[in-house]
């Protein structure tokens, strides 16, 4: 016979459980002794009282049988606190609830064979007996769990039903307040055990708290002392009051010195933010390069301080760790520099080139502002080389790569891939090609201009150049950097074909891009009156519950030519036309309809709570911008908080003012607003107190590198903690891999989406979706 442990023996280790159930069965047992005074006392009043009216041969049995329960249930009390560790604790628990048992047994016996027939006077004695016995057990039993419920019931239920099996209406409700009263004591004694339980339970947790920490301690003192960084401790007045001896070995200075060092004053202030961000309840870390106060030591560092709580959860103070990083910092620098920048000329080489190419493609594809690849080659180098010697060559390539330098802009780049090869990368030319095209034009004079002064290089005579220059500017998202050099590349020969000195576009891809986007904005000016466009649906998943809780509204062209018509081919050419503002009020509508129709087929099963609409920049600007979307979103039915409007941050750092009114217009009205690619552009906390916003999106470039870059990781943390102290939701994008989520839930992310989901779906589709947990729509 075994009972159930308490439901809190769950939450403790085995031998903590084991060490509960221990104290409960003891609590009973040391209860026992009164309680069985207590049976014998009423045992003896209830006989005295019915010997007249009751069978004195029942009433006599009756009595010797409580006694001899009395006297078993004494010896085994007797046992238990001289022999306990010779039975386990279920055996003595078995032992004890077998005399309850008995005893409950005897009483409700006495309901029966003592009821007193006629005589109201008596029964309500033995009624009274009876409650005080089942009172009795309530404070006596309810250590033990179910043990007070089973006692109660074998002793109310037989006077309950002797009751309801006299005639008269004032038995029946009798035998109803009975049961009542023993279900009232059926709810106490389970509150009691509760309660006991519980206070066990924080007992013996406090317990192993305290030898926890002891022994915590006592590591924590060996690991400061022996640890292989510095480590210091500091008051909230910035004094240091601890330091061990790592630390004194990178500053070079004695305890003496470094005790009591006022971390306020020190001469290099760049330490001082990491330090007095602890004492406000954070934690700080500054990581670059440091001169030390008393030995002018020049160090590259890494430190990282926490704040220090008393027991009322005061700052008394900080600690800080620090790891002297210079040997490593130095080896890096000189690595990459040699890694990425021309042995020869100091600028940067292919690799380096190759690199800013693709972050200018991606800043690009972000926000569409164009970039330009000059690819440039001296005229008659080889002959220079040959006939004056590679080391003039060697100069004039070095003079070459000077001359650049003087008329490229800051944010631009000067590389040379090998040879007399030179590239130049221009970066934000604007949205116009033209315009790009234009400014190109001009730099590539310049160029031709400054090359064609003599250059002075140790011969007697100057020497003379000039130049051949190809341009390619992006014209499409599929375009790589090789793309682009190669382009570039080809229009250079073509201007070294046509004479040399002189600059050439690379003509047929632009001429193709531009027969395209007119193409594009002609068909796209029929696409709603034809029924082209149409809206998939990537779900936004709640981490905690795995659940799909809402949409990402994501429009799609189905041209009959050119297929299925992704938006960034699109985008730009119908806000350049002006047709987005159709579009997008299209796109809200289709969306909020699609959305109501949803909540109307699943109105129970499905979490699905909110509808994610993207809005572009020129359709923000109308100025019946908030008229439009609150007109669409009443006539669809769908509540206004379900909606939310998605907006970049390019979008909301022009006419500030005007931005703010129309936001706050929404949000009084419900809707939410998100702020989409959050990170990649302007963001600040500046943007984040004034504007109204309900959600962030942690753009999918960050995402994307949590698990190997650690400045995205920090950067994604930093998000995370932002939108807590704002109150905001956080929406990863961009999700793919298993890893990512999980980095994502430990940091207490809300929502994410992404192909580890499922990427954006039809409608049909997503509804299918609507019930699964992420295993289960991860195959989408």
């Known amino acids: 016979m075994t009972f159930k442990r308490n439901k809190f023996s769950s939450e403790l280790d085995s031998a903590a459980a084991e060490q509960v159930h221990t104290e409960q069965v003891a609590i009973a047992y040391r209860n026992m002794r009164l309680s069985s005074m207590a049976v014998l006392l009423n045992s003896t009043i209830l006989t005295y009282v019915f010997w007249n009216v009751s069978n004195p041969n029942v009433l006599l049995s009756w009595f010797l049988l409580q006694l001899s329960i009395i006297g078993l249930r004494w010896y085994f009390c007797r046992e238990y606190r001289l022999n306990a560790p010779h039975r386990t604790v279920d055996q003595w628990q078995i032992i004890f609830m077998a005399g ?13 064979v003592l009821f007193p027939v006629g005589s109201p006077l008596y029964l309500s004695f033995l009624v009274i007996i009876l409650a005080g016995m089942s009172a009795g057990a309530v404070s006596s039993l309810t250590s033990l769990r179910y043990a ?13 039903i002797m009751l309801l099996l006299q005639s008269g209406g004032i038995y029946f409700y009798l035998a109803v307040l009975i049961l009542f009263y023993g279900f009232v004591l059926f709810v106490v004694a389970h509150r009691i055990h509760e309660n006991i339980a519980t206070a066990l339970k924080t007992r013996i947790l406090h317990e192993q708290a305290l030898s926890e920490l002891q022994i915590t301690e006592e590591r924590f003192e060996t690991i400061f002392k022996d640890a292989p960084a510095g480590i210091f401790y500091y008051n909230t007045d910035l004094i240091v009051v601890e330091t061990n001896n790592e630390m004194l070995q990178i500053l070079k200075i004695s305890r003496e010195e470094m005790i009591g060092l006022d971390l306020k004053n020190l001469a290099d202030s760049c330490l001082y933010e990491a330090l007095s961000t602890s004492i406000r309840g954070e934690k700080g870390l500054y990581e670059g390069p440091y001169t030390t106060m008393i030995q002018q030591l020049s160090l590259w560092i890494n430190l990282r301080t926490s704040p220090i709580y008393d027991a009322k959860r005061q700052i008394i103070g900080g600690v800080g760790i620090v790891s002297d990083i210079t040997e490593r910092v130095l080896a890096e620098e000189k690595m990459k520099h040699q890694a990425f920048f021309d042995a020869l000329t100091d600028i940067p080489n292919r690799v380096l080139l190759k690199d800013r190419i693709e972050q200018s493609l991606a800043h690009y594809r972000r926000h569409r502002s164009l970039i330009a690849i000059m690819f440039l080659d001296l005229d008659h180098f080889k002959s220079v080389n040959d006939s004056l010697g590679h080391y003039v060559g060697d100069a004039l390539l070095i003079e070459t790569a000077v001359r650049l330098k003087s008329i490229c802009r800051e944010g631009d780049t000067i590389a040379r891939l090998g040879g007399d090869e030179f590239v130049i990368l221009l970066n934000d030319l604007g949205n116009d090609p033209h315009v790009a095209a234009t400014h190109a034009e001009i730099v590539a004079e310049k160029i031709h201009d400054l090359l064609s002064h003599p250059f002075h290089v140790g011969q007697a005579e100057a020497i003379m150049t000039s130049s051949s220059i190809g341009i390619a500017i992006v014209s499409s998202d599929e375009h790589t950097a090789d793309d682009l050099l190669k382009f570039a590349d080809t229009a250079m020969y073509q201007a070294k074909k046509e004479g ?15 027969k395209k986007r007119l193409f594009i904005e002609n068909a796209l000016r029929h696409a709603i009156k034809n029924g082209e466009l149409e809206l ?3 779900p936004v998943i709640e981490i905690e519950t795995k ?6 509204a994501l429009l799609r062209w189905n041209h009959p030519e050119m297929g299925l018509v992704m938006p960034d081919e699109m985008i730009d050419v119908a806000e350049e036309s002006g047709l987005i503002v159709g579009i997008g009020e299209w796109v809200l509508r289709e969306a909020c309809t699609q959305f109501v129709a949803w909540k109307t087929r699943h109105p129970k099963g499905s979490k699905i709570e909110r509808i994610a609409i993207n809005v572009s920049a020129l359709q923000f600007r109308q100025k019946d911008f908030v008229e439009k979307v609150t007109q669409i979103v009443t006539e669809s039915g769908i509540e206004p908080s379900m909606v939310e409007i998605e907006l970049t941050e390019s979008m909301i750092i022009d006419k500030m003012d005007t931005v703010i009114e129309k936001m706050m217009q929404l949000r009084e009205f419900g809707i939410g607003i998100s702020m989409d690619d959050f990170g990649t552009g302007y963001s600040s906390l500046a943007y984040l107190k004034r504007l109204p916003f309900t959600t962030l999106k942690i753009d999918r470039s960050f995402v994307r590198d949590i698990m190997s870059d650690a400045d995205d990781a920090v950067l994604v943390e930093t998000i995370l903690t932002m939108a807590s102290i704002f109150n905001l939701d956080v929406i990863a994008e961009g999700v793919e891999t298993i890893e990512q989520f999980t980095f994502l839930e430990h940091h207490k992310c809300r929502y994410f989406q992404g192909y580890l989901c499922s990427k954006p779906v039809q409608a049909a589709t997503f509804e299918e979706l609507l019930s699964y947990d992420i295993q289960s729509c991860r195959s989408h």
Request: glycine share 4%; no cysteine; proline share 2%.
């Open 536 to 538: 998939y649906y990537q």
């Open 547 to 552: 659940k799909i809780v809402g949409a990402e």
């Open 500 to 514: 040399r000195n002189t600059t050439r576009f690379y003509q047929e891809q632009m001429d193709q891009w531009i």
């Open 148 to 160: 007070a419920q089973i006692y109660l019931s074998i002793l109310i239920l037989p006077l309950a």
């Open 100 to 112: 309850m048992i008995l005893s409950a047994m005897a009483w409700g016996l006495a309901a029966i």
